[in-house]
């Protein structure tokens, strides 16, 4: 699978609260896979986000996609947004009157997936670097476009050699004396 991208809406946001390493926001979120070979499907997920005093936010999601009423995979995305603009005081951010600004903010990272579907098996043998995101948490949305950045086949490593064979995880192709 050379990649992904899909489209949602935070259906929750709970502030955690400050930190010593800055403000913690749970951010709960829902959407659908609009490319790759899950298309259609649903993503759900939680992004355990914080927001440093440096106003760069530490994105960290665990996700699900499901087809029906199966998980089709699981998803982890580590990275970071860079706000374009100041962000004021994080205690500001508490405030029952602050508004998040209706601004686009750019989204940078890698996908791990570990997958139970066959149409992602090969996901599985690979990372998604993040090749364009971003989220506004004033409209509420979030969107991704992830590549591969080593594109394999079903079963195969990125050095092309066979991840179920013997020979390619380094035992001796005799395994008749396994434990």
């Given at each position: 699978m050379d990649?992904?991208?899909?489209?949602?809406?935070?259906?929750?946001?709970?502030?955690?609260?400050?930190?010593p390493l800055g403000l913690r926001v749970d951010l709960d979120f829902t959407g659908t896979i609009t490319e790759g070979p899950l298309t259609g499907a649903t993503l759900l997920g939680t992004d355990f986000f914080l927001l440093r005093p440096d106003?760069?936010?530490?994105?960290?999601?665990?996700?699900r996609i499901t087809r029906g009423d199966r998980v089709a995979a699981s998803l982890q995305f580590i990275g970071y947004v860079v706000p374009p603009i100041a962000m004021p005081a994080l205690s500001v951010l508490l405030s029952p009157d602050f508004q998040w600004p209706d601004i686009d903010l750019p989204m940078h990272g890698a996908?791990?997936?570990?997958?139970?579907?066959?149409?992602?098996?090969?996901?599985?043998?690979?990372?998604?670097?993040?090749?364009?995101?971003?989220?506004?948490?004033?409209?509420?949305?979030?969107?991704?476009?992830?590549t591969s950045l080593a594109p394999t086949s079903a079963g195969q490593g990125v050095d092309g050699r066979n991840l179920a064979s013997d020979e390619s995880a380094g035992r001796p192709a005799d395994t008749k004396s396994r434990c």
């Amino acid at each position: 699978m050379d990649g992904y991208a899909f489209e949602g809406r935070f259906t929750n946001i709970v502030p955690v609260g400050l930190t010593p390493l800055g403000l913690r926001v749970d951010l709960d979120f829902t959407g659908t896979i609009t490319e790759g070979p899950l298309t259609g499907a649903t993503l759900l997920g939680t992004d355990f986000f914080l927001l440093r005093p440096d106003g760069i936010g530490q994105v960290h999601t665990r996700e699900r996609i499901t087809r029906g009423d199966r998980v089709a995979a699981s998803l982890q995305f580590i990275g970071y947004v860079v706000p374009p603009i100041a962000m004021p005081a994080l205690s500001v951010l508490l405030s029952p009157d602050f508004q998040w600004p209706d601004i686009d903010l750019p989204m940078h990272g890698a996908t791990f997936v570990e997958a139970a579907s066959e149409e992602w098996s090969a996901a599985t043998a690979t990372v998604y670097g993040a090749s364009s995101g971003a989220v506004n948490l004033a409209a509420r949305t979030l969107r991704l476009e992830a590549t591969s950045l080593a594109p394999t086949s079903a079963g195969q490593g990125v050095d092309g050699r066979n991840l179920a064979s013997d020979e390619s995880a380094g035992r001796p192709a005799d395994t008749k004396s396994r434990c």
